[in-house]
């Protein structure tokens, strides 16, 4: 059942898939495949004509964001951790305690979804530094690794325009256990964006592919959750390195 609704994952946000399941669990095993069908239906709708997901699922997520910075605006000139779940539930705070951070991660984003809500979860917070992940679920929903290149370098420029001095760490895409049939389209896409980085000197890139990776070339179970996709604590500790050592620069 659960691989039943894993793609949604790409099309929804966590909090709308969390709210799916639920209602799968609670009806009937025959009115089951009309509430398949019924999800299959708002998937194709969640696509605009072009093949593009709409950004729009992710409203309520950024609505959010914005009540919490009606509240308490966070401090400019801090470092912007932003992009898709692996952000999300990265406690920043916690694994940098010395440094003054923001987390605007919202689970199954593309690169598309964070240029279209740039305005809103990046701007008004005028960083010094960007950490972004982005383009797992891009290539998850059948993006080419060349679209997730053309997306980031339009994300760069965004930023150039408004924030010319702020700085771009790119995090590479991770390989996973879940994705790892992805694999060559993964290191296809990080390999289109290290070039850019390696022009410019406020573009960073921080490799993850090789110190995930086994003896074996596969990734290392240990630094994963059960599901084979996010990470787990020690996942996040070795993040945090190496993310720490482009920060220090």
Known sequence: MGSRLAVFSVFFSESQRIVMLRLFLRVPKIPRILLLA???TMVW????VNGEVDPARFEEAIAAFEQQDAEQMPPQD???FVGSSSIRKWDTAKWFPDRTVINR???GSHMS???HFTKRVVLPYRPRTIVLYEGD???AGGKSPGRVHADYVQFVRMIRTELPETKIVFIAIKPSLSRWKLIAKIREANQLIKEVTDDDPLLDYVDVDGPML???GMPRPELFADD???LNDTGYELWTKLVEEKLAD
């Open 38 to 40: 019924t999800l299959i």
């Open 45 to 48: 709708k969640a696509i605009s």
């Open 78 to 80: 801090a470092i912007l």
């Open 105 to 107: 991660g919202f689970g």
């Open 113 to 115: 979804d964070l240029i």
């Open 137 to 139: 679920n891009d290539l």
């Open 214 to 216: 086994n003896d074996q």
């Open 228 to 230: 084979g996709l996010h």
